[in-house]
Protein backbone atom coordinates (compact mmCIF):
# COMPACT_ATOMS: atom_id res chain seq x y z
CA UNK A 1 0.00 0.00 0.00
CA UNK A 2 1.37 3.58 -1.28
CA UNK A 3 1.24 5.88 1.88
CA UNK A 4 1.92 9.86 0.76
CA UNK A 5 2.29 11.69 4.18
CA UNK A 6 3.23 15.66 3.44
CA UNK A 7 4.34 18.44 6.03
CA UNK A 8 5.56 21.44 6.16
CA UNK A 9 2.36 23.75 5.81
CA UNK A 10 1.73 26.88 8.10
CA UNK A 11 0.86 30.65 8.34
CA UNK A 12 3.17 32.86 6.41
CA UNK A 13 2.84 36.45 5.58
CA UNK A 14 2.79 37.60 2.12
CA UNK A 15 6.27 37.44 0.12
CA UNK A 16 7.64 35.24 2.78
CA UNK A 17 8.71 31.36 2.16
CA UNK A 18 7.25 27.81 2.85
CA UNK A 19 8.54 24.51 2.11
CA UNK A 20 6.34 21.20 1.66
CA UNK A 21 7.57 18.03 1.98
CA UNK A 22 6.22 14.89 1.60
CA UNK A 23 7.29 10.96 2.18
CA UNK A 24 6.24 8.19 0.16
CA UNK A 25 6.19 4.48 1.56
CA UNK A 26 7.25 3.24 -1.78
CA UNK A 27 9.24 0.93 -3.35
CA UNK A 28 11.32 1.97 -6.51
CA UNK A 29 10.11 5.62 -5.87
CA UNK A 30 12.63 7.15 -8.60
CA UNK A 31 10.39 5.01 -11.43
CA UNK A 32 7.56 7.28 -10.37
CA UNK A 33 5.86 10.56 -11.45
CA UNK A 34 5.35 12.99 -8.65
CA UNK A 35 3.09 16.12 -8.21
CA UNK A 36 1.92 19.09 -6.13
CA UNK A 37 -1.90 20.06 -6.68
CA UNK A 38 -3.43 22.84 -4.34
CA UNK A 39 -7.58 23.29 -3.64
CA UNK A 40 -8.49 26.72 -2.30
CA UNK A 41 -12.32 26.78 -0.91
CA UNK A 42 -15.17 26.32 -3.00
CA UNK A 43 -12.59 25.63 -5.86
CA UNK A 44 -11.62 22.47 -7.93
CA UNK A 45 -7.99 20.92 -7.18
CA UNK A 46 -5.44 22.55 -9.40
CA UNK A 47 -2.06 21.51 -10.80
CA UNK A 48 0.94 23.36 -9.08
CA UNK A 49 3.98 21.49 -9.98
CA UNK A 50 5.07 17.98 -11.11
CA UNK A 51 8.36 16.05 -11.65
CA UNK A 52 9.46 12.85 -13.42
CA UNK A 53 11.45 10.35 -12.40
CA UNK A 54 14.45 11.92 -14.30
CA UNK A 55 13.78 15.13 -12.70
CA UNK A 56 12.73 16.72 -15.47
CA UNK A 57 9.83 19.48 -14.31
CA UNK A 58 6.73 21.41 -14.84
CA UNK A 59 4.80 24.01 -13.24
CA UNK A 60 1.42 25.84 -13.89
CA UNK A 61 1.94 29.34 -15.18
CA UNK A 62 0.75 30.88 -11.48
CA UNK A 63 3.48 29.76 -9.55
CA UNK A 64 6.63 29.85 -12.21
CA UNK A 65 9.65 31.46 -11.19
CA UNK A 66 8.15 31.53 -7.23
CA UNK A 67 8.13 27.49 -6.32
CA UNK A 68 10.60 24.58 -7.30
CA UNK A 69 9.81 21.25 -6.95
CA UNK A 70 12.39 19.18 -6.25
CA UNK A 71 12.94 15.10 -5.26
CA UNK A 72 15.43 13.22 -3.91
CA UNK A 73 15.17 9.50 -4.86
CA UNK A 74 17.54 7.99 -2.18
CA UNK A 75 15.26 8.93 0.66
CA UNK A 76 12.01 8.76 -1.25
CA UNK A 77 10.76 12.35 -0.34
CA UNK A 78 9.20 15.23 -2.41
CA UNK A 79 9.32 18.57 -1.98
CA UNK A 80 8.08 22.14 -2.71
CA UNK A 81 9.99 25.31 -2.06
CA UNK A 82 7.36 28.06 -2.26
CA UNK A 83 9.17 31.97 -2.62
CA UNK A 84 7.24 35.02 -2.87
CA UNK A 85 3.68 33.45 -1.45
CA UNK A 86 0.43 35.54 -2.25
CA UNK A 87 -2.85 35.45 -0.80
CA UNK A 88 -4.52 33.11 -3.59
CA UNK A 89 -1.71 30.70 -3.06
CA UNK A 90 -3.79 29.77 -0.15
CA UNK A 91 -5.10 26.48 -0.35
CA UNK A 92 -4.67 22.93 1.14
CA UNK A 93 -1.46 21.50 -1.23
CA UNK A 94 -1.38 17.47 -2.16
CA UNK A 95 1.52 15.04 -2.85
CA UNK A 96 0.82 12.49 -5.43
CA UNK A 97 1.61 9.70 -6.73
CA UNK A 98 1.59 8.41 -10.81
CA UNK A 99 2.27 5.21 -11.24
CA UNK A 100 4.23 6.01 -14.38
CA UNK A 101 7.31 7.82 -14.56
CA UNK A 102 5.46 11.38 -15.75
CA UNK A 103 1.96 11.95 -14.04
CA UNK A 104 1.41 15.38 -15.99
CA UNK A 105 -0.86 18.38 -15.03
CA UNK A 106 -3.92 17.02 -14.86
CA UNK A 107 -5.49 15.22 -11.14
CA UNK A 108 -6.82 11.90 -13.16
CA UNK A 109 -3.04 11.78 -14.16
CA UNK A 110 -2.25 10.84 -10.18
CA UNK A 111 -3.49 7.52 -8.04
CA UNK A 112 -1.87 7.94 -5.14
CA UNK A 113 -2.91 11.36 -2.83
CA UNK A 114 -1.38 12.30 0.39
CA UNK A 115 -3.93 14.02 3.30
CA UNK A 116 -2.83 17.63 2.29
CA UNK A 117 -1.16 20.04 4.24
CA UNK A 118 -2.72 23.41 4.88
CA UNK A 119 -1.41 27.13 3.66
CA UNK A 120 -2.15 30.23 4.55
CA UNK A 121 -0.72 33.07 3.19
CA UNK A 122 -1.54 36.47 5.34
CA UNK A 123 -1.90 39.75 3.85
Not at 25 to 38: D, E, H, K, L
Amino acid sequence: QVQLTESGGGLVQVGGSLRLSCAASVRTFNTYGMGWFRQAPGKEREFVAAISGYGTTDYADSVKGRFTISRDNTENALELQMNRLKPEDTAVYYCALALRNYGGVYVGGYTYWGQGTQVTVSS
